[in-house]
């Protein structure tokens, strides 16, 4: 089909604007990856295009004579955030807010434009201009007048849009109605998907931040011991003093590194709340130091790592356990993974344990 | 401290032997700064032959380790002696690098 007089000089001034256009893109998309980036916000993916001739050329085909001029379309410069969570999308809406000088007239919230029994498209469309507190390049003041839409979407809805346009369909009008059923019902169970990933995040997040104000006030024996709350207690350093004290025999420095690793031991010696590591802290910190004194006095290594603390409270409470050699083996194949070098490594611990009247 | 370094395909194979101490870190240090540089680096490292680190080898090893990882790569130290390896054992290294 043949573009009308009009529509090709939109098209002519659309050349004209590309290098703009382009620019504006790299521009947006910059300046959202930058606002995201330091308000801590991840996100699926920020992806931008510029419309292409042939695109444009396929809009103007079908409705050219509602563009007056190039300016009138609003989406030439395309820019998407996909989020993780529905709830983001709202987030992230605010942040565009305060960044971005919104077009409301032609700004529009697709998820409630559905009839309450109706599924389908759901996503946030924002028609936008580029500040100059933002962004201001003299030499093109277009920068800072054009539009661009920005659509805001999560991944379950980006995949459903994805899904529909895949259809090669142009319109859901157009689509045979038993098929816009099926996709319908589709989008129905996406966005039930989406309030369920949201909802469970959020029992997570209360979950967790239950477990630290129990773990911070300090009733240990109330405290289950589970990943969650052994990595609570962990970012209480229970474990530094005795670290520092076993640092002080070479005047060592201490490397700081995360002690999870010998959480699998603590279940292995059947601890069952924070309560009972706390227990073995206080009760086995003594023997691990003296342990640490026998291996590293008169060595002269001046590094030491913190979970090294943790690793020999753990000796000592096997020691003490009466689970001896084999105790020990078993630990260090559960750390490191089995090889001969454990056993011979457990010997010579508990030769050192003996020494210092650990056993 | 020899060290020998060779690249098949997109592993790296360093091989260590002697001492690591005080005389020879500065020049290990040296020795390995290439390693320091390559994208995503596959890096094993045959201790078959070396036999003591001193804890200046530690933080070189450590700072080796955590240059691979920043780049999205991968280390281990493989064949340690057990002189070598109470090393890493009593120092709370063997929580830190990977050895095999």
């Known amino acids: ?18 290098p703009v256009l382009n620019k504006m893109k790299e521009v947006v998309l910059d300046i959202l990856r930058r606002t995201l980036k330091e308000n801590n916000m991840v996100v699926t993916a920020i992806e931008g295009r510029v419309k292409t001739e042939k695109s444009l050329t396929g809009k103007l085909e079908l409705k050219g004579n509602k563009y007056h001029t190039i300016d009138d379309i609003t989406d030439i410069v395309g820019v998407r955030i996909i989020t993780f969570f529905s709830d983001e999308v709202d987030k992230i809406a605010a942040l565009v807010e305060q960044m971005f000088e919104i077009d409301w007239d032609n700004s529009v919230d697709k998820r409630k434009m559905l009839e309450i029994d109706r599924f389908g498209y759901m996503s946030l469309h924002y028609i936008c201009r580029i500040p100059k507190s933002l962004y201001e390049d003299p030499q093109q003041p277009l920068l800072n007048e054009m539009r661009f839409e920005l659509q805001m979407r999560t991944a379950l809805q980006h995949v459903w849009a994805n899904m ?22 589709l989008a129905g169970i996406l966005e039930l998907a989406d309030e369920q990933f949201s909802r469970i995040r959020k029992e997570i997040n209360d979950y967790r931040r239950n477990v630290q104000s129990l773990v911070a006030s300090g009733n240990f024996d109330e405290v289950p011991l589970n990943g969650d709350t052994f990595r609570s207690y962990c970012e209480l350093h229970p474990f530094r003093r005795l670290a520092v004290k076993i640092a002080t025999i070479n005047q060592a420095e201490l490397y700081e590194d995360s002690p999870m690793p010998y959480y699998k031991i603590l279940l292995h010696l059947n601890m069952k709340t924070i309560g009972d590591v706390e227990r073995m802290r206080t009760e086995c910190s003594d023997g691990a130091y003296q342990l640490a004194l026998i291996q590293l006095a008169g060595t002269g290594l001046d590094i030491v790592a913190y979970s090294v603390a943790l690793q020999n409270l753990c000796i000592v409470k096997i020691l003490k356990l009466g689970f001896g050699v084999a105790g020990l083996t078993s630990m260090f194949d559960a750390i490191y993974g089995e090889s001969t070098y454990n056993a011979q490594r457990a010997d010579r611990i508990y030769q050192q344990a003996v020494r210092a009247n650990l056993v | 401290m020899d060290i020998t370094i060779k690249n098949e395909g997109e592993k790296t194979f360093v091989t260590l032997n002697g001492r690591l101490d005080t005389t020879n870190a500065d020049q290990f240090q040296a020795d390995i700064q290439p390693l320091m540089t390559s994208p995503k680096p596959d890096i094993d490292i045959d201790c078959t032959g070396m036999t003591y680190t001193s804890s200046q080898g530690l933080r070189i090893f450590l700072s080796l380790q955590k240059s691979v990882l920043a780049r999205g790569g991968k280390m281990v130290m493989l064949n340690m002696n057990p002189q070598v390896k109470e090393v890493f054992d009593i120092t709370g290294f063997s929580n830190i690098i990977a050895i095999r």
């Open chain 1, 1 to 18: 089909m043949k573009l009308d007089m009009h529509c090709e000089m939109i098209l002519d001034e659309y050349r004209d604007r590309l």
């Open chain 1, 164 to 185: 529909q346009h895949d259809t090669g369909y142009k319109s859901e009008v157009e689509i045979p109605m038993e098929h816009q059923r099926s996709l319908n019902r």
